[in-house]
Structure formats: structure tokens, C-alpha cells
């Protein structure tokens, strides 16, 4: 299920960031939106455009002039899709999910879930990045530098914009692993069960955020490699083999966490039975250790006339040393079968 | 599992609410029943119906006009089938639910399912509405006002129904996660666990009844595209993709839900434990704090002779003087150990 | 699993119900069993023979009559088999559940499961009925009125029995969500927990025996249409899918009460739980509201010389009525934090 | 998981159990070992060899009679292997689980699972038995006297070992549902937690021998008939159809019982809070009914001089009648709410 | 998830172990890595060679001798893979996780994850050991005494390698099942919940480890037999599905463990509460005991002028002996309803 963001988010609308032509691998310009149709109808030119939170006329324009189908068009502007890869003739829509850290006003952390929708064509890669900080000019720069990997085209650049969004789920996941491994420090330590119930489900919540972001995507990437395979795609089978294998393994990851936080849930409930039971233990024994000298006190406290200890010289001193031999004796006991 | 509707359900029979013909994306004319079959028979024609609550003879009069398969009409007009799609040769036969937010006398808030049995051929769409309030006025409007699409056919209409049907389940959705969202803002709040176990397994049952009308009309759904298709779905594939995609959305939604719910019982059973055991703790402190003075009072009410600390001018204030401090060395250290 | 009947069972051995030969979906005849062979051998003639759990030498006899399969007739012999559907080169052998409410001698209600074992041929079916009371009469009596459909031959009549056993699954069902519901209205309800804990239990035994019935059946059944389907069922698709449907449609509705029977034991628990706490909260209430009078009336029971409170002419009222003002003042406070 | 024997098993090593050869369904002779490969080599004879326990030069020696592959014999020398069904060329392997009862030197009874591996060739079958007491003569004696079925050949042999075997598990599956029914009359009684919950586990470590010892099995025996069979089996599918379907039936007996348990350790669970429950009610309930008396005595015992009541002549026998008078007035309401 | 392992480990960069050419199953010689591509060229000829722990330049040189894709060469540059077998062109990149008994410096046991990647071509065989103490060897050694074998070429030293890293994890699984079994055997003993709930959490840890060494590799070496195969492992089937089979059974018996490991944590937390609501009985009986007496002698502590068993001569021996024997009649009165 989707988090909605507590969090503020500052929008900028309309940035639109990059718009570039390549030519066999190399970069031949920026160019205006309104050029974007001139360049894609030639045969060796690819064009990428990287839009950021674009208002509805912006993807409007794009939709024309890349010819893209109103059903993708449809989703990319509403957002809140699911993570999914869809063919649409010759080209694919692809929506993924980005993960990153956020603080509640609160203080609390917490995950957001960002979507970035890509257009990939022939001849041209559309990225729309809504509700996410960081965008693509890292991958944009490393893909310029290798030309020999450029000139495979869109289906490259759709590659390097999926592996850039896999990757920053890994330190996302180690964050888990290592809460989870403090956690589970803590979860055999008396007086903390409160705590760590609130850091389980806090880190469940979490991880379903992530859950939700790569699951479907995986199974969508599964479809970019071995048997049929969109043309966009064709020839980069172990290039997509990559990425659904980075998938896999935090799908892997994120399974033995949930499992792991089943287990330490109910191991925590256990935790929380034993605790009472140790307290009521205590209770028991310390109020065994005061009853006792208090009945004594109340036998001789009765008002019978004829109760001959009460007449002795070292009677009080007795009952008082009755009382603190019982007492101690209990006390030893208790502390023998480990109720002290 | 349907849950039986405690309300009383307003039932006007008989309210046979639109027919009328259309031909190449058009409305023709209102028709009435008697001349549906004419219309039917025509080439480039076709016919759409609407009906809310049927007697049996009206859906007899439409199983003879439309020639529709015997068993498909024992469905509609038994009500209560699972979502489903059924072919009869070249006609289909669908069966989905609807949703509603509902009060019942009690005032508590629950989930109605509504049904709606659409039969689609060639040219005509008959819609059978049950135990629903919303009709699909809307939906007929908008399809007139987009003739190029409705003149697609029946195909169309259909999509446009069930995409309809399925919009309809966002709202009950994101309602769903925003209880969600407020129980889990209560969890950890001490006292409101009682209250919390009602949401919990309230919404539990709320999303059954979603569950219920999403998943199998999912698994329908994804036989309407890629591979063999229904004739009358035919070319449409990227519109039965979409409804696929939203249901599929709700699905994962919902097993998300699933999911934290469990856990969110889970711990909610931790924090009644936690919350007894602080009880307990709260008691063993009191009665500790009570019993020692009590057990000093004791001893000296005893009726010993020889007791010299009861002749001295300050054994009273300073008997009294131990009890307090005992208490507050008492108090003091428990505050220490978090048991008061 | 299988619960074995707690209830004696009137056994009436060797009752041959009925044994009819149809030509043309009309009945011929009835025909005595040595005459069985002969009306089999007829091309357009089919022959349908009952039987009430039947000696080992009846079924042997049929066995010679029809040609069955001896490891067909050795599950119809010794009965307790899985719901299955198996093909027997051209012929059927199937094994449906019966679910029929028993009261066994503690008065308590179970669920009991009876067999109907059924040999389907080209022109051939015999039913065998084991452990339960109600036969098929209604099914041939329906069958026989109506010619059009008896004339599709064995393959009708085989759909006709399953259709009618598969019916007699909904009330079973409808019972099951009312006590369900019945439950859950009694779940949050204070001191019913032994009763529903209890209930719920007896409502899992009983959807199980329903589950064992219902979920073989239907993974069979999910073969007699669509694909490669047995001769006999040819041309029956729509029909068999039919059953299939209302298979599928329990199915759901079982996992269902399922899943929710787990959440309510599980919120069950939770409320057992609340209701200890509920108990020691009070406990502790009442213990310091009785514990601090007894600790006043302890220090002023204590045998000082001086001790002028003793002396004064209001301290006994007085010190009654500090006891009564704390008392007042803990009880409303008590009361304020729900504890009482 | 395998558990290892708690028990001594006497071992009798070097046990050749029989060596016979067949011809036309009919008992040729029995032979010695070293003539096996001569008759192994005619046409129309087949060697069926039984073991026990064999030495490694025993299983050495038959491998070579018989060209056994070596993975094959490495298995069934060093035996807790899993259920299990391997193509080896024209050959099968099969490995087979034995499930018996047997006590602990502690008096425990238990499940012991033995292994049974097959070679199953054209013309020869060699079982080699381990860890378990009953061999397979009454098998051999059965086949024997149906020469029309043994003359199917090694796959009619092999076929009737599986059915031998499997039908050894139906009583071990009996008394495990017998098990669990005891238990579930006992779990509501008062004061059985802790021997149901004993039995719950010791019935699912049971269970889980047997899972353990089906599961693998019927999925191995899935491919035995249907599709493409191995050469051996071919014709026979009817009779391995039979033994999956017995499997498929343990299977799901297995899975309903698991399905139970897992349902009745939660309601243990629930019955232990219930009884503790009822503990600290009652708990609460005497303690009233003491500190009350105990509390008017106290205010009484005090020392003022001016407490008129002292004086009273009736103030004693009042004092204890409103002490007795609030005991049964709080008796009766503690009783009304079922605390006593 | 992968553990991150506690304890330091000792790194010895830049050890190539060994590199070796073979020719017919026979060791040609030892040679430098700048002749590898020379012998590589040859037809009849494969080398093997063993990497420990390798810098960046010697993978780099290793890539380019054997000509490995850029991604395999990244992943085992990178390290943290989970298990898989790819296939790049005719040549296999396989990761494999080794699993070790480690002590952290706390002094508790814990297991490690080290991981193996190979990569396997037409002829040659490169092994890239990361994290893990025990080289090969054994596997070099053992696949030298066999030439026949060994001629198989690569494939069968892929082989080699995979049993052998598989023999690995037996041992391991058995320290598991040991373990279950001595916790098993402690879990319905009083006061060790604490200690059990511990080992049953580190349990669970350590079967995580081995299960997310086992699941992705049996699932990948599913694919090395039966159907379409790598080139490399053609007519080695047989071979595979060994060690297929050996992964199966562990991954069974892992299922069987956490699946009794779910039930023990249940069990567990049903003795807790069994344990607490022992305590409470008892706490509950000695209570009575303790304040009956208290009772009655508060009672006779009261300064009532007219009590007149104050004056007798008896009264406070009788008293007291109404106290015990109240007493003794609880206390075994607390016996047979074993509170005491």
C-alpha cells in the first residue's frame, strides 16, 4: 500500500530539465521541445527528454510530439500507479517506483515512495519523475562518456535509467538489515519490549514500501529477457538479466526480513509474557516476605487475657527474631527457585 | 465471504431504465423492447440496455430478444454469483460487484456488494443492476460525447462499464488505508487497545468484501488480453490491459493492507500484555508501598509487656517517621525501575 | 480430514433404489438388473441404476454388467475416497462428497460427509450412495421431465447429479456465514470468550469437512471443460463450467470464513487478554481502596503511651473520616482511569 | 526433517532375503546371485531381488549383476535420501519412505521412518530395505498368485511395492486423526493445557514424519502416468493414477490435520489465558472477601479512647455481623458475575 | 538476508592459489596466468584455475585471458550476490554461497555467508573464492585420481566443485536438527521459556543463512538437467540432478524445521502463560493461607469491651488452633486442585 506523505514537498512545476538529441552514441545538442518531432523521424538520431513534475499541457505537447498512447499518457498523469512495464506497439511504458528517507514533522523517519514514468520509443527515451528529489543527470553523464554502449540506443538508456533507480534500493534495504540486527540486540534485554514492538512495525512499514516498489517491478523485468522480448529490448537480454537479478535479490532480502520480523514479533510477545510473569514472581515473594511478620504481629496483637508470651520478658524480642528468621528463610528460597 | 445487507434496501422493481440504438458511435433513437430484435439484426447497429432489479418476466423478454444462453440468465436472475466473465460463444456473460459504504440501524458503517450482470454480443450490451444505488448514466453520457470510441461497438460499452465499476473502488480504497493510518496512530497510545481490536477486525471484514469483488474479476480480467481474446474484445487489448492494471493495483493494495493488519493484531495483542504487565507493576509497587507501614503498625500493636520502644516520648512520631521514609525510599526506587 | 460419523447410522443393506433404461430422453422402462447388459448394448438406448450402499456382490454384478474397472469398483466398494473425477478409457469414475448436519448423542451439531460414487459411460451411469440419507429421486424425477435435455444421454444425467449435490453445499454454506456473523456479534461482548472461542473452533471443524468436499471436487471438475475433455462430457462445456462456478464460488466463500476465522480467534485472544487486564485493574482499585483504611486503622491500633491523637475526643471520627475521604478520593480517581 | 531413532534397531547385516526369477507371470526358480545376470539377460524372464540392510560389497556386487548407475547405488548405499523417483536411462530409481510406531527407552511412543530403495529395470527389481522391520513377502506371495497381472512384468512388481507401501501409511494416518479428535475432547476441559499442549506438538513432529515421508512421493508418482511415462510403466498408468490418488488423499488428510492443529494450539493458547483468567477473578474474589473483615477489625482494634461502639454490649456481635453480613452480600455478587 | 558477519577476517590479498592445465583428464602442468590463453586456444585442452580473495587487476587480467562479460566480472568483483546460475553465450557465470560455523567475539555462535563464483567455459574453469576459509583442494585432488571423470572436461569440474560446496551444507543442517532436538526435549521443562524462546530466535537466524544459501541455487541448478541444458553440462544430467537432488532434501528438511520452529515459538508461549498462570495460583493459594489467620486475628485484636472469649481461659489456644487448622484444610484443599 502506498504511504501518502505526511511530509511537505516542495514543488516546482513546469522544470522541464533536459532535452537532448544523440547520434551514434554521441550527444548532438539541446534542443528545443518544438524540435523533438524533426529529430525522431531520423533514422540514426534518438532523442531524451527528462521532464520533472510536468503540468498536464507540458505532457500534453510530449504526447504529440512522441506519439504516445493516451492510456500511458493517462497514467503517467495522474501518477500513483503500480510499478508495471506495458507494451504499446513497438514502444514500452515503464512506471517505477524510487524509495527514499523523509522525516515526519513529527521527527519520526519515514519512507516515501516516489514514481518516475518512462516513454521509451525507436528513437526516443521520456522520463517524468514526480515526487522524488533526485533525478537522472548522473546517469545522463556516465551514459555520455560511453559512447560504444550509447549508440545501442533508447533500449540503453532505458536500461541505465532502471539499473540508477534498482541501485538506490540497496543502502535503502542495508538500513533495514542493520535496524533489524539492532532490534534483534535488543529484543532479549529486559525492559524494552515497548521499543522494540514500536521498531517492528515501524520497520514492517517500511519494508512494505520497499516491498511494494520492487515486487511487481521484478516480475515486469522478468519479461525483458530470454523468450520473447520487446524489440526495444532485443540484444541487451543480459543487460535486463542484471537488473531482475538485483531485483530478485532484495526481493530475497526483503522475504527473510518480513519473515525474521514475524518470528521477532511473536518472540517479543513472548518476551512481554515472560516479563509479567517474572514481576508477578516478584510480587508474590515480596508479598509473602511482608504477610508473614504482619499475621505474626496480629497474633499478638489479639486481646486475650490469658496469653502467656505476652507476659515474658524477652517475648517481643522473640517474635521479632521469629519474624526476621521467616523472612530471611523466604527470602533465600525465593532467591534459590529465582523468583528474587 | 458476501456479507447479507442489515439495511433495508429500497426496491423498486420493474424500473427498466434505458434502451437505445446506436450506429457508428451514435445514438439512433430510444427504443422500446418489442423492437430490440429488429435492431439487432441490423449490420451496423447496436443496442444497449439497462435494467435495475428485473422481474423474471423482463429478463425473459430479454433472454428471447438478445438469444441469450439459458444458464447466464439463471445467473442473473439468482443474483449473489462471484465476479466472473464467462464466453457463450461469441457472447460473454459478466458478473461484477460493486461496493458501497453503508450505515446500518446500529449506526455502524459496513460494506454492501451490489452486482452487475452484463451479457455482451456482437451488437447489443444488456446491464442487470442489482442492490446498487449508482446506475451508469454517467457512463452513457460520456461514451455519447466520444462517438469515435463508441463506435467500437459493444466492446467498448463494456470496457466502459467495468472501467466504471472499477473507479468506483479507489475511493472505498483509499478510505480503507486511511483507517489503516488512523488505527496505526493509535496503537502504541496506551488504553485505546479495546477500541483498537473493533477497527481492526471491522476493517478486516471491510476488506474481505472488497477482496472479494477484486480478485476474481483480476483473474477474469487477464483473459481479455494478450494471447486468445474474447472476439468482441478484439483489438481493444490496451483498454483491457488498463482495467487488468487497475485491478491489479487495488490487489496489491489490499494484500498490503492484509498484511499489516495481521501484524497490527499481532501487536496490538503485545500492547494489552505490555499494558497488563505495567498494571501489575503499578499494583505489586502500591501494595508494597502500603504493606510495609502496615506490617510496622502491626508489630506494634502487639500487646507484648515488655515492648520499651512504646514507652519512649518519641517512639510514635519516630515509628511513624520509619513508615514515611521506607514509603519514600520505596517510591522512589520504583519511579527508578519504571514499575509506577 | 475425514470425521468419522459419532452417530449411529441406519444401515439398510442391499437396497437397490431404482433401475431404468431411457431411449431419446424418454424413459423405456424399468428393468430388472440381469436385463442390464442387453439395454447397454442398444446403440440409442441409456441405462441409469442406483444404488444404496450395496453388498460386495451387488457391485460385483454391476461391475460384470457395465464393464467397470476393478480399481474404480474397489474405491466404490470400500468407500472413503477423495472427491476426484477419473477417466477410465472411455468411461468416468467419479467420488463427490456429501455434507449433511448430524446431531451426534452429546446433542452437540457435526457435519457429517457421505459418498456418492458415480460410473459414468457412453450409455450407462450408475450412482452408489454410502452414508447418506437423501437420494437422487428429485434428480431423475427432473430429468424425466424434461426430454430435450435427458436426450444428451449419460452425460446430462452425470451433470444433473453433480449439479444437485453441489446445490446441496449452499445452505450448508449460508449456515456457516450465519454463525460466523453470529460470532462476531458475540466477540467483542465482555465474558463470552469461552463460548466463542469455543464455537469457533466447532465452526472450523465444520468448514473443513465442507473444504475436503468442495476443493477436489473442483479442481476436477475445472478439467470437464475448455481443453482436451473427456467424450463424455462433449458438447456439456457451458454446463460443466457451470458447476465448476458454483464450486469456485464456495470455494472463495470457505476461504473466507477461514481467513476470518483465524483473525477472530486471534482478536479472541486479544480480548481474553483485555479481560485479565480488566480484572487485575480492578483488583488493584479495590486492594488499595481496602488496604489504605486498614493502614490507618493499623497505625492507630498501635500501643504507644504517646500518642495524643488517642486521646482526643473527635479523633476517632476523625480518623474514620480521613480513611472515608481517601477511599472517596481513590475510588473517583479509580474511576477516572477506568479502572473501576 | 528426518528424525533420527531414539531406539536400538537391531541390525542384521548380510541379510539376502530371495532372489527369484519369473517367466510368463510364473515363479521359475529361486537362484543364486551370481546367476542373476544370465537370467537378467533372456528375453522373456525377470529376476526380482530383495535386501535388507546389504553390506557395500553385496550392493556392489548387484550393481555390477545388474549395471546399476553409480549415483543410483551411492544413494542406496548411504540411504536417508528423500522420497524420490529417478529416470536412469531405460531404469528407475526409487526411493521410498516407511513409516512405523515405536517407543522410546523413555516410553515415548514415536515415528520411525524407514527407507526402501528400488531399481526397477526391463526385466529385473531389486528393493533394498533399511531401517525398517516388515519386508515385502506378503508382496511376492500376492503377485505370485496373480501370474495374469505379474506378467506385466518388473512394472506391475514395482507398482505393487509402492501400493504395499503406501497403504502402510492409511493406519499411521488413522491413529493420527483418532490423536487429534482425543485431543480436541480434551481442550475445552479445565486443566489440560499443558498435556494438550504436549500432545499438539508430539502429534505435529508425527505429522511432520509423515508429510515428509508423502509428499515428495506423490509428486514423484505424478509423473507415472499421464504425458510421458517411463518406458516401465507404460500401460500401468491406471494403477499408478490409483497409488497418487491414495497419495494425494494421505496428502490432504496431512494438510486438514496440520490445518487443525495449527487452529488448536492457538485455542490452547487462548484456553491457558481463559484459566489464568478465571485465577485472578477468583483471586480477586477471596481476597475481598477477607480484607473486608480484616479491614473492620482494624478500624476497631484502634486505641482511641472515645469510640463509643467499644462500650456498646451488642458492639462485638455487630461488628461481626456486618463483617459476615458484607462476606455474603459480596459472595453472592461475586458468584452473580461468575468470579467464584 | 545476508548476515553481516561480526568477527574480523583475516584478508590475504592477491593469493592465486592455483592454475593448471589439463589435457584428457590428465594434468599437463602448473602453469604462469600469461599462458592461459595459449592453452585456452588449444582444442583438447581446459584450464582450472582457484582464486582466493583477488584484487580488481587480477580479476581484470583474469577477464581478459578468458574473455568474461563485463557484468559476470562486476558481480564477482562486487561480491554480495545471491545464488545463480546465468548463462553468457555458451559459457556459465554461477554464484554459490558457502555457509560456516563462526564464534562472534560476544562468544556466541553464529553461521557465515561466504560466497564462490565460478565462471565455466568450453575449456575452462575459473574459481573466485570470497568469505570463506576452505578452498578446493579436496575437489582437485579427488577429480585428479579420476581421469576417466575429469576427461568430461569443464562441466564435470563445475560439477565437482557444486557437490562438493553442497556436501558442505549436510553437516551444518545436521548441527540444526541436533539443536531443534535438544530444545524440543527442554521445552515442556518449567523455567527454561527464557532460555528456549533465545535459542529458537538464533535457530531461526541460522536456518535464514542456509535457506538463502540453498532456495536460489536449487532452483537455478533445476535448469542444469532435463529439457534444454547449457551447452557445458550436455550429458552430464544425471550428474546435476544429484546434486539437484541433495539441494532439494536440504531445502525440504529446512521447511521442516521452520515449520516445527514456528510451532515450538507458539508452544513456547503457551508454557510462558501456562508458567504465569502457575505462578498465580499459587501466589493466589499461599495469599489465602497467609490471610485467613490475619483475619481472625484481627477480629480478636478488636477492643470491644463485651467480647468474652477474651476472657477464657482456652481462648487464644483455640484461636490459634482455628487458625492452623483453617490452614491445613486450605492448604490441601490447594493441593488437590493443584494450586499448591
Redesign the interface.
Known sequence: ??R?PHVAFPVHHSMLITCVAYQNGRKLADIPTEDISEYVSRQDCFVWVALFEPTPEELDEMAEEFGL?E?AVDDARHGH??P?I?E?GDSLFAVLHTVEHATTPAGDEELLSGEIDVFVGRNYVLSVRHRTQSGFAAVRARAEREPELLQHGSGFVFYALMDNIVDRYFPILDGM?TE??EI?EQ??VR?T??SN??A??AL??KL?VL??AVD?LMEATGRLYGGRVPQICAGMG??F??VY?HL??IH??IE??R???????????????????E??????A???I??????V???????????P????????PA??AV?VLVDVWLYFNFKKV?WL
Chains 1, 2, 3, 4, 5 share one sequence.
Open positions: 500500500m502506498m501518502r498512447h492510456l500507479q503500480r508495471k506495458e504499446y538489515e533489524l540486527e534483534e529484543i532479549f525492559n519490549a515497548r514492538i514500536e517492528l512495525y514492517k512499514q512494505m516491498k511494494h511487481p543480459e543487460y538479466r542484471d537479478d530478485h535479490r530475497l532480502a527473510g526480513i519473515d525474521m520480523l514475524t518470528t521477532a514479533i511473536q518472540v517479543n510477545l513472548g518476551m512481554i509474557s515472560l516479563g509479567e510473569s514481576v508477578t514472581k516478584k510480587l508474590a515480596w508479598a509473602a511482608i504477610a508473614v511478620p504482619t499475621m504481629a496480629g497474633i499478638y496483637g489479639m486481646n486475650f487475657k490469658n496469653m508470651e505476652l507476659d515474658w520478658a524477652w517475648g517481643y517474635a521479632v519474624m529465582k
